[in-house]
Structures are given as C-alpha cells and as structure tokens.
C-alpha cells in the first residue's frame, strides 16, 4: 500500500504543478495588459503564497486530527474550478482574489501529500523518500512553463488556463479513485503550534524556508520582465524557467540520498550560497544562453539545500505531528514567496528591475547566516542534523 500510496500522490502532485506552472512564463506580462503595475504584480504573485502561509498550518493540523485525504480531494476540487476563472479575469483587483482562493486550495494540496509521505517514510530514510517525492513538485513546475509559453504563442492566454483546469481534473480523478486513506496520524504525538514554534530547529527551519523563498519568488515573478529587456521571447522564459526546475528536480533523489548520510546544515548552507550567486548574476545577462545559465546555476542550489531542509522537517513531524509541522513548514514557504513579489514590486518602482535581483541576493545571505548561527547554538541537541 505504501507504494501505491507514493505513486498516486507523485503523479497527482506532478499533474497539479504542471498544471498551476503553465501561466508563469506570462503571468506578469497578463496582469500588465490588465493594468497592474509592478506593485501590484507583485500583489498578484504574492496573494496565491500569502492566502497559502495563512490557511496551510491549519489545514495540516486538521489533517493530523481528521485524516488527510478529504482534504487533498476538497483542495483539488477547487484547484480545478477556480484554474478556468482566469480567463474571465478583467481587472487586477479580480486576478488577485483568484489567486487569493487559488493560494487557499493549494493549502490543502502540495502540504498534506508531503505529510502523508512523511507518514509513510521509515526512519533514517526522510531525505531520500521526501527527495524523491519533491521530483514530482520540480519536474512538474518544469515542464509547465515550456507548455504554457508553447500553447501562449500557438493559441492564447485562455488556452493555458483551460489546459491548467483540464490537469487539476485529472489529478482529482486520481486521487478520488486511487489513493487509500491511512491511520497513521491517529497515533501521532500532537504539539501545539506554540511548542513546535519554540523547537529552536523548527525557527531555523523556519526561516532557511522563507528567506530562500523570497529570493526564488522574485525571481519568477520578475524573470520575465527582465528577459523582455535583453529580447527572449515568451517561448525562450518558459525553456529557462523550466531548465531552472528541471535541474533542482533531477537531483533531489540523489541529494535527498546524500542528505541522509551527511551534514545537512552543510547542504543547506551549500545550497542557499549557490542561490545567492544566481541572484547577483541574473541582472548582468546579454542574451538568453546567460540568462539561462545563471538559472541552472540556481536550479543546482535548489537541488543542494531543499532535500536536506525537507529531511530535517520530517524528522521533527514524526515527532510533533507531521502535517502540523509541515503545514508550518510550508507557511514559511507562503509567507517568504508572498512577500517576496510584493516587496520586490515596490523596489522596482522605487529603484530599478535590475535590483529586484540584487537586493534578493542581499536577504538570502542575511537569512543563511541567521540560519547558520541558530543551527551551531543548537547543534548539541541536534547531533543527527
């Protein structure tokens, strides 16, 4: 059962990212022909992963109680409604309450499968079960936007939307047909969000996850913008981003594996200083084949850290309740990738495009350091990190 249960979520959860990635490469460029400014793009980025960091950690801590599958079938469900809403969007004020309650059934998806898999997931094995699952998150997130740049530039805007609800179908079929409930958040241990908040591991975590996710969101939300200025087409964004998120997702097996037998602050440091040289370097690209090698470069140090990070959040979930911690987890997440457009939508207007990227730099760095401090004052407490 436990391998079923890994196939049917790597598939749903492939199909759902693939499906949600489809509009990146022109998002942005979308909400422009509406109206938006960068301020408010940045609103729009960041309403779907802010809606996200508010529900998430109650959702998880419900399905710690309740079970999860209801929840992943309830979030799926309104992934595929609210995925064909788009193409009736006529204002920015309408995109961004799409992305609201997008961001709210997404809380209920990517969290509570990552849970089961950590229920499932033997011990001393954390890093290369959750490795491996994250490939279906990665792989889907790379291959959407190469589709929905190809289905922009054949058809239209509408028909990346629609072919994103078609997907989100198909993954809910799966998994009300497919995928068996388990009991094993009946015997879990339940902390309170105040005493896992207080677990000086889970503060690191905390705030590794969110810093690294502003630098990433602002990357996607942006990208395209900057990429218009040195003339990559629409077509050349999606191949980039997607060469982005097929990189990390091809390596989070094998570093997954590694993180199991190594130091993982180590990798998360390793990892996050790869990023943080990705971000200074993106603003002096001349043409896309610069473009895209500075984005490989930070794909390979999303695939260092992100495994290791995953395993050491599993880790804490088996011992104070895994969709609880996960669902914190992934709020770290929602709140550094919702805040993460916003703000660098405020320093384009106020500065530049290129120092979106430079001042994103400059908050990772800050954050791997903060991280790397918490991590030492507590690593006699924490030998198995």
């Known amino acids: 059962m436990e391998k079923r249960i890994f196939t049917v979520l790597f598939i749903a959860v492939f199909a759902t990212m693939l499906g949600t990635s489809i509009i990146e490469p022109f998002l942005g460029i979308y909400a422009e022909s509406l109206g938006a400014n960068g301020f408010l793009i940045g609103l729009i980025f960041g309403s779907f992963t802010l809606s996200r960091a508010i529900f998430t950690p109650f959702i998880g801590r419900w399905s710690d109680k309740k079970g999860r599958k209801a929840l992943l079938v309830i979030g799926l469900a309104g992934y595929t409604v609210l995925s064909f809403f788009y193409a009736h969007a006529s204002t920015a004020a309408s995109l961004i309450a799409i992305r609201f309650f997008h961001g709210l059934a997404s809380a209920m998806v990517l969290p509570i499968a990552m849970a089961y898999i950590g229920d499932i997931a033997p011990k001393n094995q954390e890093g290369k079960y959750l490795g491996t ?28 939307f629609y072919a994103m609800g ?6 809910l079929l799966m998994l009300i047909f497919m995928l068996p409930e388990i009991d094993a958040y009946k015997n879990a241990k339940l902390a309170s969000f105040k005493e896992i908040l207080r677990d000086k591991t889970m503060q690191a975590m905390f705030l590794f996850r969110m810093l690294n996710a502003y630098g990433m969101s602002a990357v996607m939300a942006f990208l395209p913008l900057l990429a218009q200025t040195i003339n990559v087409t629409i077509f050349q964004i999606g191949i980039i981003v997607t060469s982005n998120l097929l990189v990390s997702s091809l390596f989070q097996g094998y570093f997954g594996a590694i993180a199991d037998k190594s130091d993982k602050v180590v990798m998360m440091v390793t990892g996050s200083i790869m990023i943080l040289v990705a971000l200074l370097l993106i603003p002096l690209s001349t043409s896309f084949y610069t473009l895209l090698l500075f984005n490989l470069l930070m794909g390979l140090g999303s695939a260092v850290s992100i495994p290791a990070n995953t395993a050491i959040a ?25 805040i993460g457009p916003i703000i660098a939508g405020m320093i384009m207007v106020a500065t530049s495009l290129s120092f979106v990227f430079i001042s994103s730099s400059i908050i990772v760095f800050l954050g791997t350091i903060i991280f790397y ?6 690593l006699g407490k924490n030998q198995n990190y």
């Open 133 to 160: 699952f994250t490939i279906s998150f990665f792989m889907g997130l790379a291959f959407g936007p190469i589709i929905g740049g190809t289905l922009h530039d054949l058809f239209s805007m509408n028909a990346a």
């Open 166 to 171: 078609a997907i989100s179908l198909f993954s």
């Open 314 to 338: 599993t880790q804490l979930g088996k011992k104070l309740g895994m969709g609880s911690v996960m669902g914190l987890f992934n709020t770290a997440f929602g709140i550094g990738g919702g």
């Open 373 to 378: 401090y918490l991590m030492k004052n507590n």
